[in-house]
Every structure is written in C-alpha cells, then in structure tokens.
C-alpha cells in the first residue's frame, strides 16, 4: 500500500501505533542510559569493567547518536567530580551551585565544564583517540543528533519529532539533573562517605542503576552498585549477561568486610581492610556506637544534627554548627564519642605511604577506646581490629 505524502509527514514510513511509538520511545533512552552507566561511567570513567571492542564501539556511536557527548569530555568531568565532590571545582555541586541549578541547568554546568580544557586533559587520559574519535565523534558531535533526528522523522514522521525531543531532554533531565542534583540532597545513605552523596532508591531500574549513587561514591571502582542484600542494580545485570556471552570482563567490584574474631590489635589485616572500606567503617561507628548511645541517654537531638554526629558537622551551616557544639558541649559521653570518630577518620584519611605510622596510631586509637570506659566504643573497637577483607566470590 502506497503512502500519501501527508500520511509520510504525519507518520513516517512506520505508521507506528502509540503503542509502537511508546516502545521504540522506551528501548531507544534507555539504550542511551546503558551507553552512560555501563560504558562511559563503569568503564571509562572508572575502569571496573572492560567491553568487547565491538560493544565498546557500539556505545561510542550510540553516545554520539543521541547525545553528541565527547568521550573523553564526559570520563574527565565525572572524574574531576570525584576528585573535587563538594567543593567549589566540582562541576556540578548541589552544596555550591544549588539544587534548581544542578536539576535544571545540568547542561550548561556540563558546557562550562567541558571549555576547562586543561581539565579535559588532565582527567580526561586513557580514552579512546582514534581515527574515527579525531575525524567524526569529537569533530562533528553535534552531527550524531541531527542524524538522530533525521531517522526519526523517517521512520515516523512528527511524531519521530517529538519522539526526539524527548530523546535530546533524556541524558540532561535523568542523569545530569536528578543523579548529580537529587543524588546529592535527597535519599537514603549505606555509607557516610565525605561527601552528600545518596541513593535515590534501593532498585535502579529506571537510570541504569545509578540511582545508587551512595553506594557508588563509597566504592568508585566498583562496577557493581547494589551492595546491599535488597538492592537491585539493572546495569550490574546486563554486565553480568554480557559477561556470560563473553562481551564484558568484570575487573573489580566493592570489597566484602570479613571481622576475624579476637585479634588482640590491629594488624596488617585490619589496615588494608580499613583503607579499603575506610567508609564503612566510619558507618559502622555511627550505628554502633553514635546511634546507641543516643538512644541509651533517650537524648532528642534534630536530624540535621544527629546527622552532623555523623560527619563531623561538615554540611551543616555555621549556625547549626555552633548548636551542635553548644549541645556536645553539655554531655560530655557523647562529645567523647564525637572526639573518637573525628580522630578515628584522620587516622583513616591519611593519605601517608608510611603503613606502620598509621598502623601505630590505629594502635593508640584502639587503646584509648578501650580505656574510656564506654562500652559500645569499647565493643566496636574490637570489632574493628578484626577487619579483613574477604576472599573475592563470583558476584
């Protein structure tokens, strides 16, 4: 059956159905958040996963295709991320830029960032630099949409055009807004790591499984972003799958705690592991000892401020800061308490390469914790010098 030109115009060559149109919609963005999370995050980004060279290309072009990002454009942002997170550097700051700015203007965040070429340079190594790279992707990036376009309105016709504009909104609303915005100011944390960083849900479906964003600032090199038991993470799936066909080489995953049972101090063992999951352990302390001690006093403190208890105050404004030392101040248990974790992270966070220096000061740590006369300080520090790191297991 032959078409009419208004009937091409209206629905392309397809003459898809909402239904059709709805699928193509579907499998089309999430494509490209695949391309995202599992190429130039995991992979690129943080080198926990390797792709068939096939695959990897793929990813390439479909990145090119529908979002015009430059590889190694986007692997240096999101490391200089890491490297600066919560600071006045990092690129897309909640703390500093603003939340509505982060959401809603996650592209031009993106546009100012990518024109620090020294940058660019500077976190940007390892990524690909070949011909098609020099000649096509990086050159002419914004040509992969038009192309994206063109389909589209081929295939079918002014809705393709619609179709498209969702498509272009996709990355900047799911990833650059709600991951970078809401990841950093709304949610549940596993760790409290040094920065804001949460899960927006136990389940990452819909963003490839970086709604998990906690768990991936605790453990950046993990290609795995579900750690706990409940969690579920969409992208760790299609690795594994991958990984089965032999398409993708898992290279590293979070460490497992293991807690050796009465080990008189701390050893080797119980460095590397603290070194390895070093926000763990400071977790830990917080449930085990912080929170405890809370609720032993039956002391009512504002979750703001309790929060505070768990990293040292470091978001809270100048005000509630003062508060929370003027309240510490009054009970001298929990301000001891206070005193053991600040210490306990600036042993943690040493970034000394003298291991027996900083295994002597987990010595004195754990001697002075005994001594104090509190129980649960008392209790954890046992428990901590049985750290080890568990034997790897297939995932």
Request: aromatic share 12%; net charge positive; proline share 4%.
């Amino acid at each position: 059956m032959s078409l009419s030109l208004i009937d091409l115009i209206a629905g392309g060559l397809m003459q898809a159905s909402w239904g059709e149109l709805l699928i193509y919609l579907l499998v089309v963005t999430q494509l490209t958040i695949f391309s995202v999370t599992l190429y130039l995050h995991r992979s690129m980004a943080h080198r926990a996963v390797d792709f068939h060279p096939v695959l990897a290309h793929f990813f390439r072009f479909w990145s090119w295709l529908t979002t015009s990002m430059i590889t190694r454009e986007w692997t240096a942002i999101h490391r200089k991320h890491h490297a600066k997170c919560e600071t006045e550097e990092d690129p897309h700051s909640p703390q500093f830029k603003g939340i509505d700015t982060v959401m809603w203007r996650g592209v031009e965040l993106y546009r100012d960032a990518r024109a620090q070429r020294e940058d660019i340079e500077k976190y940007g190594k390892g990524c690909p630099d070949d011909w098609i790279e020099r000649h096509l992707y990086t050159p002419h990036a914004t040509m992969g949409p038009v192309l994206m376009l063109a389909i589209n309105a081929t295939l079918f016709g002014l809705w393709g055009v619609a179709l498209w504009a969702v498509q272009m909104l996709w990355i900047p609303f799911w990833a650059a807004g709600v991951v970078n915005g809401l990841g950093h100011w709304w949610g549940y944390r596993n760790f409290e790591t040094t920065d804001t960083a949460t899960n927006l849900t136990p389940w990452g479906f819909w963003i490839g499984g970086e709604e998990l964003h906690n768990n991936h600032h605790a453990f950046p090199s993990s290609a795995k972003f579900a750690l706990r038991k409940w969690e579920f993470d969409i992208g760790w799936s299609a690795i594994k799958l991958l990984e089965k066909v032999r398409l993708a080489k898992v290279l590293r995953v979070a460490p497992t705690l293991d807690v050796r049972p009465n080990i008189a101090m701390p050893d080797g063992e119980t460095l590397k592991a603290l070194l390895a999951i070093r926000f763990q352990a400071m977790t830990d302390y917080y449930r085990n000892v912080t929170l405890p001690a809370l609720r032993e006093a039956k002391l009512k403190l504002p979750r703001n401020l309790r929060q505070g208890l768990a990293d040292d105050g470091r978001w809270l404004d100048e005000d509630k800061r003062a508060k929370l030392q003027a309240w510490l101040a009054e009970r001298p248990k929990m301000a001891t308490l206070a005193e053991f974790r600040q210490r306990l992270a600036q042993v943690l966070d040493d970034r000394s390469h003298d291991a027996q220096a900083t295994l002597q000061k987990l010595h004195a740590w754990c001697t002075e914790a005994e001594a104090s006369g509190i129980h649960a300080l008392q209790q954890f520090s046992a428990r901590l010098k049985g750290y080890a790191i568990a034997p790897a297991r297939a995932a």
